[in-house]
Structure formats: structure tokens, C-alpha cells
């Protein structure tokens, strides 16, 4: 939540800006930090609980640039974060799962792209955060709570995951709630996460490139975040054979229902 409300207080402060003029250079510096600074946050959050990038790094991008680039940006910390997810897990990955949701998702998230200057985003960020919550609330009220592993469950969960990212930016959220819906293990959690996460950035990113133009300071300066997420990913992912499985199970929980209360309140 400390997250969120630093991001609302960047928020007011773009907001008043008005009040005193920023130099070009002064601007591009405070921008770099702040993109630095989360980028570092989300890049270890992601590690933890499968999903976190585009949660808490598009609603500060889009403070300072076009939504359109802003997408582009946190798309490709995103799939460079989920690289390295994947690569450090890759012996848990179960393949059977990964390709019956990432195969539709991947085509859905065209879809999506495709609809990003046609549909207010807002209405539909805000029902997400509501379904996310009544999940949560599943899981408290029955911690047996589960979804049977079939391929009706993949195949429309990846479909909805692949539109969420395609159209929000917003994958991991869905995905985390999915997978951790089947009682995997945690290692088996992050690396499909990890896996779904780059095959459809794929496909989105390749959407974004061929709609959108991407200014060559901010294609310079990926050539900084995105290593730099893949080093915080690395970092972070030896913490994770010290956390055990009930405690995996409440950070996860714990952190759903913050971003669920996020999306219902704030939006995008």
C-alpha cells in the first residue's frame, strides 16, 4: 500500500506542476530516477509473487508520458523481468499448463492492442479490481478453495489474461490469480508466470512497435532498465528457496488484494 500512496503523492505532484517550471535537463533527470527507482521495486516484487511490473509501474508512467509509450516502456522491464523468472525456473516450468493458457492469450493480446485508443480503460480496470477482491475473499473464506486444472479453465483464463495485457498493460495480476487458484507449488508458480509473461509480451510489444513510435531517448534509456530489472530478478530470485510455501501463499494473497483495492479505487 506505501507503494500506492507514493504513487498518488507523484501523481499530485505532476499535477501541480504548473506551479513551478522544471528545465528540460532537471526534468529528464527526476523522470530517470523515478522510472529507476520502481523499475528496481517492481523488478523484486515481481520475483515474489509472480506479477507486479505493470501494476505498479504504469500508473506512474503514464504521469509523465503518453499512455501509448508508457505501455511500451513497462512492456518490455516486463518481459525482461519475466525472462530471467523463467530462466531461474525453468526446470519447474509445467509445459502442459503453460501452452494450453499462452497459446490463446497470445492472440487475444493482439485484440487488445488493438483497442487501446477505441475504449475508456477505466470501467473495465475498476470491475478487474472488484473480481480480484471477491477472489481474495474466496480464498480467506475457503483456503481449500481451488479451480480444477482443466482445459476449458486454461484456455479462458489465458484468453482474459491476453486481453488484460494487451489492453491495460495488466497481465501478471490475472495470471497470479489463476495459477495460484491450482494449488501449485511455488517454484512451479513463478516459472510458468515467468514463461506465459514473455511469450505474450511477444506478441504485445510487437502490437505497440507497429502502432506506436517509441522516441530514441526512451530506446536509449531501456538500454538501462531493462538490464537492470534482469540483475534485480537474479538478485531475487535466491530469496525465494527461503520463503516457505504457507508464507508464499499469504504474501501472495496479501499482495492481490492490495492491487484489487488499487484498481477498484484509482483505476489505471
Known sequence: MLLFIVADSCQQLYAKQSIFVLKKKERWVQNFLIITFFTIVASAITTLVGFGVGTIMTPILVLFLPYEQAL??????????????????????DWSILLMCAIPA???????????????????????????????????????????????????GGAITGFSAGFFGLRGILVAMMLSSFGLTKEIFIGVTGAFSVLVDIVRLAMYHYNFVLP???????????????????VSSYVVAYISVPWFKRVLAFALSLVGLKLLIFGV
Do not use: Q
Request: proline share 3%; glycine share 6%.
Open 216 to 234: 530514441k531517448p526512451l530506446i536509449y534509456e531501456l538500454g538501462f532498465y531493462v538490464p537492470l530489472s534482469l540483475l534485480i530478478v537474479h
Open 72 to 93: 511500451i516502456v513497462v512492456g518490455w522491464i516486463h518481459m525482461a523481468s519475466s525472462f530471467m523468472k523463467m530462466m531461474a525456473f525453468r526446470k519447474y516450468i
Open 106 to 156: 497470445m492472440f487475444v493480446s493482439v485484440l487488445g492492442a488493438g483497442l487501446i485508443t477505441f475504449v475508456d480503460r477505466n470501467l473495465f480496470v475498476r470491475f478487474l479490481g472488484g473480481a480480484v477482491l471477491v477472489y481474495v475473499l474466496l480464498e480467506f473464506l475457503n483456503p481449500t478453495f481451488s479451480i480444477r486444472k482443466s482445459s476449458s479453465a486454461l484456455i479462458i
